[in-house]
T-cell receptor, first 114, second 114 residues
Framework: AQSVTQLGSHVSVSEGALVLLRCNYS??????LFWYVQYPNQGLQLLLK??????LVKGINGFEAEFKKSETSFHLTKPSAHMSDAAEYFC????????????FGTGTRLTVIP | SAVISQKPSRDICQRGTSLTIQCQVD?????MFWYRQQPGQSLTLIAT?????????ESGFVIDKFPISRPNLTFSTLTVSNMSPEDSSIYLC???????????FGPGTRLTVT
């Protein structure tokens, strides 16, 4: 079975500061890992994905995430936060067996302080 | 990627009534999914809708309460039946394009049951 844990339901950073959103996964098989962003009153938008190629994955809007198998982690980072980054971020995992189900974490709300 | 639209975008309904939510995709896809996002929470998969077969429901969700149709490869509907205030949620449809396991989401339908 697959699951993800997002540490910190709320994260606040100053504009221009480093953004670090944590995600740890549990999977009995090699996982696919995803980060999604949800802006207020909108659906989910895919930020980036890991599918067993390069362990450092670059996504949209300057975000990136590194797959660390030894730590079962897939933390999301951005060097410099913008006000427009304020949103809810969800980590998700699926397996590679074709089941296609995504299992979402509980989400992290990012606040950017001017 | 895929462009997904949902109708209605929001609705306020009385308890005991039913609401049908439509999901339209701009390309043919095999896998479509329906999720529920309760206020302040993460996404929970309701069911997987495959064209030409009955939907597959997750634990805790039943066909009588959430009947799903999938008449073709670009369209699906989810009905929330005999609604109660506990059904107040955002309902999202998504598609899996077969290009790495990621899913693309519609904008969601915000349902309030009074």
């Amino acid at each position: 079975a697959q699951s993800v844990t997002q540490l910190g339901s709320h994260v606040s950073v100053s504009e221009g500061a480093l953004v670090l959103l944590r995600c740890n996964y549990s999977s009995s098989v090699p996982p696919y890992l995803f980060w999604y962003v949800q802006y207020p009153n909108q659906g989910l938008q895919l930020l980036l994905k890991y599918t067993s190629a390069a362990t450092l994955v670059k996504g949209i809007n300057g975000f990136e995430a590194e797959f660390k198998k030894s730590e079962t982690s897939f933390h999301l980072t951005k060097p410099s936060a913008h006000m427009s980054d304020a949103a809810e971020y969800f980590c998700a995992v699926s397996d590679q067996t074709g089941a296609n189900n995504l299992f979402f974490g509980t989400g992290t709300r990012l606040t950017v302080i001017p | 990627s895929a462009v997904i639209s949902q109708k209605p975008s929001r609705d306020i309904c009385q308890r005991g009534t039913s609401l049908t939510i439509q999901c339209q995709v701009d390309s043919q896809v095999t896998m479509m999914f329906w999720y529920r996002q309760q206020p302040g929470q993460s996404l929970t998969l309701i069911a997987t809708a495959n064209q030409g077969s009955e939907a597959t429901y997750e634990s805790g969700f039943v066909i009588d309460k959430f009947p799903i149709s999938r008449p073709n490869l670009t369209f699906s509907t989810l009905t929330v039946s005999n609604m109660s205030p506990e059904d107040s949620s955002i309902y999202l449809c998504s598609v899996e394009t077969g290009q790495g396991g990621e899913q693309y989401f519609g904008p969601g339908t915000r349902l309030t049951v009074t």
